[in-house]
C-alpha cells in the first residue's frame, strides 16, 4: 500500500532539549500507525508538528507523497489530518451535534439549520458504529460518549488521517475494549490511523507497525504482529522491563485501620458507599478493584476527609478519625495519593519546591515562627528530585505546571512516601505513566510494604490490582462484594465480582 | 522570553501602548501630544521643560499624595486576588476606614500622636469588619464575593453619610477639624515640596507595602493563601482550612483599603466628609492591583504611575488638554494588560524577527 505520511529527518529544538532528532515516521494508508515512547519522549512534538501546532527546525513532510508546509491546524484540516486530544475540547452546555458543527454551521438564509447538520451526524455515527444521541448535551454523557464527539468532529470534517492522543487514558477498561473496535472499524472504511500511547497491550490489540522514540530520537519501526511487549517496552525504555513485581510474600501485622459499616454520600447526593466494612493490617496491600464509579472516589475521599462520612465509623489505630480534620487526618500518619493529580495532588501555579511541602510548609524546618524557609524549601526539592528521579527543565524552581504528568506523577509519589505515613492510601498511581515509570512506582509502593506499612491500593487497572496487592476486595455498588487473597485468584474471578454476579468472602 | 520577562516586559509595553493611545486621541483634537508629555514630566519631577517656569517640588507632592490612597486600594485588591477572590470593595472599606478615623480623631481623647495611632487602628478595623462581611458569605454560603462587595460599596457610602449627619457635622459637607496635632500633615514635608498637601501618610503606605510583600512572599499564611488561591481543592486535600483562609484574606484586605480611608482623612482634609457619590480609589486600586501584578513592588510602581496621571490632569488642562485623557490612558493601559496574551505574542514575534535579522 502506498505511504499517505512521510515526516522525514524531522528536528525541532526548545530552549536546553532536542524534543525531536532527526526523527523519520512513515505511514501507510489504511493502516493503524502506533506511536510509542516514554513520558517526554517527542511523540507528542512530533504529532504537533503534522497538526501544524509547531514548525520544524528541519525536515520534510510529505502527505500522500506531495511536499507539504503545515504552518497551522487549519492547513492540517485542508490536508484531511485531524486530532483527538487527551483533553476534549467541547463546550459542555451544548449537545453533541452543536459541538460537532462548531465552525461549519449549516445555515438557511441567517438561521442555523440544526435538522441538516444532525441528520449528517446520524449518518456519521451509523457508519461508523458510533453510537452517541445528537441531542445529548456534553455534560450530561459520560467520558468514552465524549471521545467519540471528538472523532465524530473529525469525521464530520472529512479528516482521512486520525490522530489519536493517548486515547485510552481517560478510559474504563469497557469502553477502552469499544474503542478498539471503533478504531478498527474506521480502518476498515479506508481512514488512517496514528495512535499515540505507552500502553504495549493496545497497540498489540489494534495497530499494524509500532514506531518507538526515545529522548527525542527514533529507535526504529517494528511490525506489530512480530515483536513482543517485552521488545516493544526494551526499545521505548532502552532496558529490560520487569513486567512482573517483584515481591516477597506479605506479612502482615495488627490492623492499623478499620472501617466499619461507613455510609457516605457522593456527589450527587446519594449513597455511594453503603455499609462498608474493611480492614487494613500493617505490612500488607489491599487492593480495592470494581468499575469505575462503584464508590471507590467516595471511599477515598471518606477516608483522607475529603467527604463527610454519614454514618459508621472508621478507627485509625484504635482512635476514631470520623470526623478528624484532613490536617489532623494527615498529621496522626495519613497518606494519601489522590487519583486526580490536577485537581487535589498538586498546586499547578506553584514552583516545584512549594508542591512538596504543601503538608509540611507549617513546621521546621520549612518554617519557624510562621516565616518560610525557602533554603530548606529547596534543599527538600533537590533531595527528592534526585530520590525519585523527577525529570524537570529548572529543578526545585520549575514551573509545576510546565512538567510532564509522569514526572507531576512523580513528584506526587515522591512527596507521599517522604512523609513516610503509616497509613497509605493510593489512588490509581500510574494513570497515564509509561512502563518505565510505573516498574519505578510499584517497585517504591513495595518497599513501603515491605517496611510495614498498610497500604490500600484503589486502581482501575486490573493488571496493577493483581500485581501489587497482597489481598484483593472488590467494591460494586458502594459495598464490598467479595475479598479474596491475591494469589489465589484470577481476572475472570474478578471480573464476576466487579460485576456484581458473585460474592466471595476470605477474611484476613 | 522566560515567565519571568513576561511578567515585566507586559506591564510596560502595556503602558507605552496607553501613553501613544492617549498621544493618538489629543493629536485627533487637533492639541499636541507633547504638551501632555510635558505636563506628565512636570508632574513627576517637578521640572518644566520648556524652561518658562522654575522647578517646583509641590508637582511632586502633589503625586506621591495621588498614590497614597490608591496604592492601599491596590494592595486591597490584590491581596484578596491572590487567594482567589476579587475585592470589589475597597471603595466601601476606604469609605468606612474614613469614617472610623475620623470619628476616632473627633470624639476619643487622648494625646495627639496616640489618638493619629488609634484613629489609623480604627480605621483599619472598620475596613476588616467591611471585608470580612462578604468573606465570611463566601466561605460560609458560598456567595459570590462580587455581589457582596459591590452591594457593600452603596451601603458603605449611604452609612457613613448618615453616621456623619447624625453624629456631628459642620453643614452638610464635612465634619468640623480635628483636634489640633490630630493629623497626619507635616509642615516638614509640606516644606520641602514648595506648600504640597503630601503628609505622613506616606509611613502607613510604605509599612502597607513592606507588610503585604512579607505576608505573601515569607509567610507560612501567605503561602497557605496562595495555595487556596491557585487551587482550592489542593489546598484543602493538604489540610489547610480554605473557608478560613478566604474570610481572612477579605479581612486583610479591607484592612488595606480602610487604612486608605484613614490616610485621606487625617492626611489630606483634616475633617470627616459627607460623599455625594464614590470616588472610585477603589476602582484604581483594581487598575493598580491588575497592573501591578498583584505584587507589592509592582503595586507601588503602578500606583505611583496612576497617583501621577490624577496629578497630571490640571497641569494638562491649563494646556488645553482636556483632563479626560488621563482616564483614557488609565483604561486603556488597564485594557493593554488585559490583553497580556496578545501583548507577548507581539513581544516574541519581536524577539524572532530581531534574531532573524542577526
Known amino acids: 500500500m502506498a505511504l499517505i505520511i512521510e515526516m522525514l529527518k524531522i528536528v525541532k529544538g526548545f530552549p536546553g532539549i532536542k524534543a525531536n532528532d532527526d526523527v523519520t515516521l512513515e505511514v501507510e494508508e489504511g493502516s493503524i500507525h502506533a506511536l510509542l515512547g516514554e513520558n517526554g519522549a517527542g511523540k507528542s512534538t512530533l504529532m504537533s508538528i503534522l497538526f501544524g501546532l509547531y514548525q520544524p527546525d528541519s525536515g520534510l513532510i510529505r502527505i500522500r507523497g506531495k511536499d507539504v508546509r503545515i504552518t497551522d491546524p487549519n492547513e492540517a484540516n485542508k490536508l484531511g489530518i485531524g486530532m483527538v486530544h487527551q483533553h476534549f475540547k467541547l463546550v459542555h452546555n451544548f449537545t453533541v451535534t452543536e459541538n460537532i458543527v462548531l465552525g461549519l454551521e449549516p445555515v438557511k438564509g441567517v438561521v442555523l439549520d440544526m435538522k441538516v447538520a444532525e441528520e449528517r451526524v446520524r449518518a456519521l455515527t451509523a457508519k461508523y458504529g458510533l453510537e452517541v444521541d445528537p441531542r445529548s448535551k456534553i455534560e450530561d454523557i459520560g467520558v468514552g460518549m465524549q471521545q467519540r464527539v471528538e472523532i465524530l468532529k473529525m469525521l464530520y470534517r472529512d479528516a482521512e488521517i486520525l490522530i489519536f492522543d493517548e486515547p485510552t487514558a481517560v478510559l474504563t477498561p469497557q469502553e477502552i475494549h469499544e474503542l478498539i473496535g471503533i478504531m478498527k472499524r474506521l480502518v476498515a472504511e479506508g481512514k488512517t490511523i496514528i495512535l499515540i500511547t505507552h500502553k504495549l497491550k493496545e497497540i498489540k490489540a489494534v495497530a499494524d507497525v509500532c514506531t518507538v522514540l526515545r529522548r527525542g530520537r527514533l529507535i526504529g519501526s517494528v511490525k506489530v504482529a512480530d515483536t513482543s511487549e517485552a521488545r516493544m517496552a526494551e526499545m521505548m525504555v532502552g532496558r529490560q522491563v520487569n513486567f512482573s513485581v517483584e515481591k516477597e510474600p506479605a506479612v502482615p501485622g495488627e490492623v492499623l485501620l478499620e472501617i466499619d459499616g461507613l455510609k457516605v454520600r457522593n456527589a450527587k447526593g446519594l449513597l455511594g458507599i453503603k455499609d462498608l466494612s474493611l480492614r487494613l493490617r500493617r505490612g500488607e496491600i489491599l487492593g480495592l478493584c470494581g468499575i469505575d464509579g462503584n464508590g471507590q472516589t467516595d471511599l477515598v475521599y471518606a477516608l483522607t476527609g475529603l467527604a463527610k462520612i454519614e454514618a459508621g465509623q472508621v478507627l485509625f489505630k484504635g482512635r476514631d478519625i470520623t470526623r478528624a480534620s484532613i490536617k489532623h487526618r494527615v498529621d496522626m500518619g495519613l497518606g494519601h495519593i489522590p487519583e486526580d493529580r490536577h485537581k487535589h495532588g498538586l498546586v499547578l501555579d506553584f514552583r516545584m519546591d512549594e508542591n512538596l511541602v504543601v503538608h509540611s510548609y507549617g513546621t521546621a524546618p520549612f518554617s519557624r515562627w510562621g516565616v518560610l524557609d525557602y533554603n530548606a524549601i529547596r534543599r527538600n526539592a533537590e533531595k527528592l528530585i534526585e530520590e525519585f528521579d523527577v525529570r524537570s527543565g529548572e529543578g526545585p524552581a520549575t514551573p509545576t505546571r510546565s512538567l510532564s504528568g509522569g514526572n507531576q506523577q512523580k513528584a506526587i509519589v515522591a512527596r507521599e512516601i517522604d512523609r513516610s505515613p503509616e497509613v497509605f492510601v493510593i489512588a490509581q498511581p500510574t494513570r497515564g505513566l509509561d512502563v518505565g515509570a510505573i516498574e519505578y512506582i510499584h517497585k517504591r509502593i513495595v518497599e513501603e510494604r515491605d517496611k510495614g506499612k498498610a497500604i490500600l491500593l484503589v486502581s482501575l487497572e486490573l493488571d496493577e490490582i493483581l500485581d501489587l496487592s497482597d489481598r484483593i476486595a472488590v467494591i460494586y455498588e458502594g459495598e464490598i462484594v467479595g475479598e479474596v487473597i491475591a494469589s489465589e485468584t484470577n481476572e475472570n474471578e474478578l471480573g464476576l465480582m466487579m460485576a456484581g454476579s458473585t460474592r466471595k468472602a476470605v477474611r484476613a | ?358
Open chain 2, 1 to 358: 522570553m522566560t515567565k519571568n520577562q513576561a511578567k515585566f516586559a507586559v506591564p510596560l509595553v502595556a503602558v507605552l501602548l496607553g501613553f501613544i493611545t492617549g498621544a493618538i486621541i489629543i493629536a485627533l483634537t487637533g492639541k499636541s501630544p507633547l504638551a501632555m508629555v510635558l505636563a506628565m514630566f512636570r508632574t513627576l519631577t517637578g521640572f518644566d521643560l520648556t524652561g518658562r517656569t522654575d522647578f517646583n517640588p509641590r508637582y511632586i507632592g502633589e503625586f506621591i499624595l495621588q498614590s497614597m490612597p490608591i496604592i492601599l486600594t491596590g494592595l486591597s485588591v490584590a491581596f484578596a486576588f491572590r487567594t482567589g477572590l476579587f475585592n470589589i470593595g475597597a471603595e466601601g472599606q476606604l469609605m468606612v476606614g474614613s469614617l472610623a478615623a475620623a470619628m476616632t480623631a473627633l470624639m476619643v481623647s487622648a494625646p495627639p500622636f496616640i489618638l493619629v495611632v488609634l484613629s489609623l487602628l480604627a480605621a483599619m478595623a472598620a475596613g476588616a469588619l467591611w471585608g470580612a462581611v462578604p468573606g465570611f458569605l463566601k466561605a460560609r454560603f458560598n456567595v459570590h464575593e462580587v455581589v457582596v462587595t459591590i452591594m457593600l460599596n452603596y451601603t458603605a457610602l449611604h452609612f457613613c453619610n448618615w453616621a456623619f449627619m447624625t453624629y456631628g457635622t459642620l453643614d452638610s459637607v464635612r465634619t468640623a477639624d480635628f483636634p489640633a496635632g490630630v493629623t497626619l500633615k507635616s509642615v516638614f514635608l509640606a516644606g520641602i515640596t514648595n506648600g504640597s498637601r503630601l503628609n505622613w501618610g506616606m509611613i502607613p503606605v510604605a509599612l502597607s507595602l513592606l507588610v503585604f510583600w512579607f505576608i505573601i512572599e515569607k509567610t507560612t499564611f501567605g503561602y497557605g493563601l496562595r495555595a487556596v488561591g491557585f487551587n482550592k481543592d489542593a489546598a484543602r486535600y493538604a489540610g489547610m482550612k480554605v473557608e478560613r483562609n478566604i474570610v481572612l484574606s477579605m479581612v486583610i484586605a479591607g484592612a488595606f483599603a480602610g487604612l486608605g480611608g484613614a490616610v485621606i482623612a487625617l492626611g489630606t482634609f483634616n475633617y470627616g466628609r459627607i460623599l455625594p457619590a464614590f470616588e472610585f480609589y477603589g476602582m484604581d486600586g483594581i487598575a493598580v492591583a491588575l497592573v501591578g501584578g498583584n505584587a507589592a513592588i509592582g503595586v507601588l510602581v503602578s500606583g505611583l504611575l496612576f497617583g501621577m496621571l490624577k496629578a497630571a490632569q490640571p497641569l494638562m488642562q491649563s494646556q488645553g488638554i482636556p483632563r479626560e485623557i488621563a482616564g483614557i490612558i488609565q483604561s486603556s493601559i488597564v485594557l493593554f494588560v488585559a490583553m497580556r496574551l496578545g501583548i507577548e505574542s507581539l513581544l516574541s514575534l519581536a524577539k524572532r524577527k530581531q534574531e532573524a535579522g542577526k
